[in-house]
């Protein structure tokens, strides 16, 4: 497959385009400063220009959006996704957006995990909020072509095991209370969903039970 991984050189992209090389796949590396892989189609693209991406995804098969803005400036991530959305409507190109776990449902209380402050402290819960607007923006401007990956509560780097758990979309935790996956195995269930759409349109993933 032909992915343009939006968000290429941050510590999600990294582990994505990593996985997607690995398995053979071409991959056109977006950013607004691109790096040095020569095993990657890299561009440099600022997603608030509006139209600034859509030449890149003319001949795709498929989008993955994982970009993150800095404190303060958070709000502007709907237009970004705003801009990837109207790209990908006019590409026709599937897009995989991995977004925030407040997107999720408390599996205490069935409310929105940027709401529970067992897991969101209240000075967190405005920008957690974020993603839960990310997401619905995603699934009601596009909702036959993207889907809404969100993380467990921890997403830190670990070591790859290739192994995870997917669920719906209301938070996985393991036995002990605690919501994690490493991103190299998110990257896995990433690539997993764009070689192979499943049918829900937001769902999560966390470590699978052995898994440390
Ligand atoms: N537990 C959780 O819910 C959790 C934890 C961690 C991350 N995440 C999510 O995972 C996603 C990725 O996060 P991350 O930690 O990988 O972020 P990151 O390390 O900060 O990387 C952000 C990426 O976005 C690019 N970018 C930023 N602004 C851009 C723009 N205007 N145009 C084009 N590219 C732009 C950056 O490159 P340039 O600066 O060069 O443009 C970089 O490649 C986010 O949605 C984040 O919320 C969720």
Redesign the pocket.
Known sequence: MHIAV????????RRLVDEAVGRGHRVTA????PGQDARVDARA????EAGAVDPHLEKVDAAIL????PPGEESALLT?TGHTLDACATARVRLLV?????ALRSPRTGARVADDTAYVPAALQSLART?VDQMELCLRRLPELATYL??????EPGDRTGRYRRGGDVLLTDHTGVSRINVEDLAVAAIDEVEQPGSDRHFTVAAASSQA
Do not use: E, K, N
């Open positions: 939006i968000g290429a050189t941050g510590m999600v992209g977006l950013s607004r400063r693209v600022d997603l608030a994982t970009v993150r803005l970004l991995i977004g925030g776990a407040g993603g969100s993380p467990p509560a921890l997403l």
